[in-house]
Nanobody, 124 residues
Framework: QVQLVESGGGLVQAGGSLRLSCAASGRTFSTYAMGWFRQAPGKERAFVAGITRSGGGTYYADSVKGRFTISRDNAKNTVYLQMNSLKPEDTAVYYC?????????????????WGQGTQLTVSS
């Protein structure tokens, strides 16, 4: 089992940047593919980005491609989401998730473990 704790959310102006972090504890971090999802009010939780166990494969939702970068540091048991050129429509609660598969799936059900979420608000 793994415990996930997100941090780094906050209020930022449109066009700004922010980096989210997700610290993992418990079972060996490098055995999990990791993902970031987000949920805006009244909407389904949606895939944002995923990364394979080694970090060699990364995947992005079309809406964030070219603006967001997912990375991981297995020595620090942490996954990051660097967010640039932020837009008001990026406003959501961001969740980090861990999967025992190595597919960094876009499918929410592929992830067994979830953090509590961190709020990002982008003002126009």
């Amino acid at each position: 089992q793994v415990q996930l704790v997100e941090s780094g959310g906050g209020l930022v102006q449109a066009g700004g940047s922010l980096r989210l972090s997700c610290a993992a504890s418990g079972r060996t971090f490098s055995t999990y593919a990791m993902g970031w999802f987000r949920q805006a009010p009244g909407k389904e939780r949606a895939f944002v980005a995923g990364i394979t166990r080694s970090g060699g494969g990364t995947y992005y939702a079309d809406s964030v491609k070219g603006r967001f970068t997912i990375s991981r540091d297995n020595a620090k048991n942490t996954v990051y989401l660097q967010m640039n050129s932020l837009k008001p429509e990026d406003t959501a609660v961001y969740y980090c998730a861990a999967s025992t598969t190595n597919s960094a799936s876009t499918y929410r059900g592929a992830y067994e473990y979830w953090g509590q979420g961190t709020q990002l608000t982008v003002s126009s």
